[in-house]
């Protein structure tokens, strides 16, 4: 679920103060606390838009939805049960913020940011549309290859819950039902452990975590229409997750290999070429012309690349992990928490040592 997760504003929508040179401008930090507090302004708790008369029927219906997901998410996921996701925020606008991403020609490895509490992501947020593409063309004069996309929710991690909490926002709520249950597990799941500035694990986890629940949530209390619908959205996904692994680990190959910067911008074109050429094929033969990845393939760039492999790349060792703990949430939890408190080597060198062979399984 690519664009679900922690934004880079949450530390400075907070009040805290970026740590980087560069980063600390008064205006980032005015249009990070400013857009976060008019989020949550603009919220209501999901009872009053259902006594409301004015709330269309098919909203009431969805919030009525999100509502078992939410309690379901506490009985069945042991996520944490406070305020988060009780109240509902129309934003009229179609995302909650645009995070921008960057990083090297030649190169996987993102820029980060650092902060408070957070620590370094490898993204930057922005409640803006306008300044989130300015940023990104700053970043591109610098030499970077720049990614600017929208984000339909992110987490504040729990501390926003004296505030009434992370809300439920029109940018997702419309969502298939299995998309919507798994965008809540997710976020919520980032609520439960936090590794300070290691992207890959927190997105990782969280997207581990919206696996297991929602396919639990389908199982036992989707309709068969909605199973049905999920299981063909969620095929495309896995079978566009294959195809891009394939290509960043051939375009990682070239840029660690010791070719001349010059070779390695040819062979990158080529590439990138072949790479389109065979997800149009994919497109034609699998999916019957299904053009759902067709803006992220068109404007894809080593950035892009970065910040999806930051959503996947450890979710098998955390199924793992949690095949190892029993398959008892409370007890996974745990264990990803004490992950978390390591040093990050040796917390990569724990979770890898779990991920399972490849063409193996993590049962």
């Given at each position: 679920?690519?664009?679900?997760?922690?934004?880079?504003?949450?530390?400075?929508?907070?009040?805290?103060i970026?740590?980087?040179s560069?980063?600390?401008?008064?205006?980032?930090?005015?249009?990070?606390?400013?857009?976060?507090?008019?989020?949550?302004?603009?919220?209501k708790?999901?009872?009053?838009w259902?006594?409301?008369?004015?709330?269309?029927?098919?909203?009431?219906?969805?919030?009525?939805?999100?509502?078992?997901?939410?309690?379901?998410?506490?009985?069945?996921?042991?996520?944490?049960?406070n305020?988060?996701y009780?109240?509902y925020?129309?934003?009229k606008?179609?995302?909650?913020?645009?995070?921008?991403a960057?990083?090297?020609e030649?190169?996987?490895?993102?820029k980060?940011?650092?902060?408070?509490?957070?620590?370094?992501?490898?993204?930057?947020g922005?409640?803006?549309?306008?300044?989130?593409?300015?940023?990104?063309?700053?970043?591109r004069?610098?030499?970077?290859?720049?990614?600017?996309?929208?984000?339909?929710?992110?987490?504040?991690?729990?501390?926003?819950?004296?505030?009434g909490?992370?809300?439920?926002?029109?940018?997702?709520?419309?969502?298939?039902?299995?998309?919507?249950?798994?965008?809540?597990f997710?976020?919520?799941?980032?609520?439960v452990?936090?590794?300070?500035?290691?992207?890959?694990?927190n997105?990782?986890?969280?997207?581990?975590?919206?696996?297991?629940?929602?396919?639990?949530?389908?199982?036992?209390?989707?309709?068969?229409q909605a199973?049905?619908?999920y299981q063909?959205?969620?095929?495309?996904?896995?079978?566009?997750?294959?195809?891009?692994?394939?290509?960043?680990?051939?375009?990682?190959?070239?840029?660690?290999?010791?070719?001349?910067?010059?070779d390695?911008?040819?062979?990158?074109?080529?590439?990138m070429?072949?790479?389109?050429?065979?997800y149009?094929?994919?497109?034609?033969?699998?999916?019957?012309?299904?053009?759902?990845?067709?803006?992220f393939?068109?404007?894809?760039?080593?950035?892009?690349?970065?910040?999806?492999?930051?959503?996947n790349?450890?979710?098998?060792?955390?199924?793992?992990?949690?095949?190892?703990?029993?398959?008892?949430?409370?007890?996974?939890?745990?264990e990803v928490?004490?992950l978390?408190?390591?040093?990050?080597?040796?917390?990569?060198?724990?979770?890898?040592?779990?991920?399972?062979?490849?063409?193996?399984?993590?049962g």
């Open positions: 679920m690519a664009g679900l997760g922690i934004a880079g504003v949450v530390a400075a929508a907070l009040g805290s970026c740590l980087t560069g980063c600390s401008s008064i205006g980032y930090l005015a249009q990070s606390a400013g857009g976060h507090l008019s989020l949550l302004t603009a919220a708790p999901v009872a009053e259902e006594q409301d008369t004015g709330t269309p029927a098919a909203l009431k219906e969805r919030l009525a939805l999100s509502q078992r997901m939410r309690d379901f998410a506490v009985s069945e996921l042991a996520l944490p049960d305020r988060s009780r109240a925020a129309d934003l606008r179609p995302a909650a913020v645009w995070n921008v960057a990083a090297p030649l190169s996987l490895t993102l980060t940011w650092c902060f408070p509490v957070v620590g370094c992501v490898g993204y930057r922005y409640f803006d549309q306008a300044q989130a593409q300015a940023e990104g063309a700053s970043l004069e610098q030499g970077l290859e720049a990614s600017v996309f929208p984000v339909p929710a992110y987490s504040t991690l729990g501390m926003s819950n004296w505030l909490g992370d809300p439920l926002l029109n940018t997702f709520i419309q969502w298939p039902e299995g998309e919507l249950a798994r965008l809540i997710h976020e919520l799941a980032h609520q452990a936090y590794a300070e500035g290691d992207t890959t694990f997105e990782s986890f969280a997207t581990a975590v919206e696996r297991i629940g929602g396919e639990r949530w389908l199982s036992q209390k989707a309709t068969p199973r049905e619908q063909a959205l969620d095929q495309r996904r896995r079978d566009f997750r294959a195809f891009m692994q394939i290509w960043r680990d051939r375009l990682d190959a070239l840029y660690r290999s010791e070719l001349p910067d010059a390695k911008r040819s062979r990158k074109a080529a590439l070429a072949q790479m389109r050429a065979d149009d094929t994919m497109k034609a033969t699998r999916w019957a012309g299904f053009n759902g990845y067709d803006a393939v068109s404007q894809l760039n080593n950035a892009s690349l970065g910040m999806q492999a930051a959503y790349e450890l979710v098998p060792a955390f199924e793992a992990l949690f095949q190892q703990q029993g398959g008892d949430f409370r007890r996974f939890y745990a928490k004490r978390a408190a390591l040093p990050k080597a040796e917390r990569d060198a724990t979770l890898r040592a779990s991920m399972p062979a490849p063409g193996g399984s993590a």
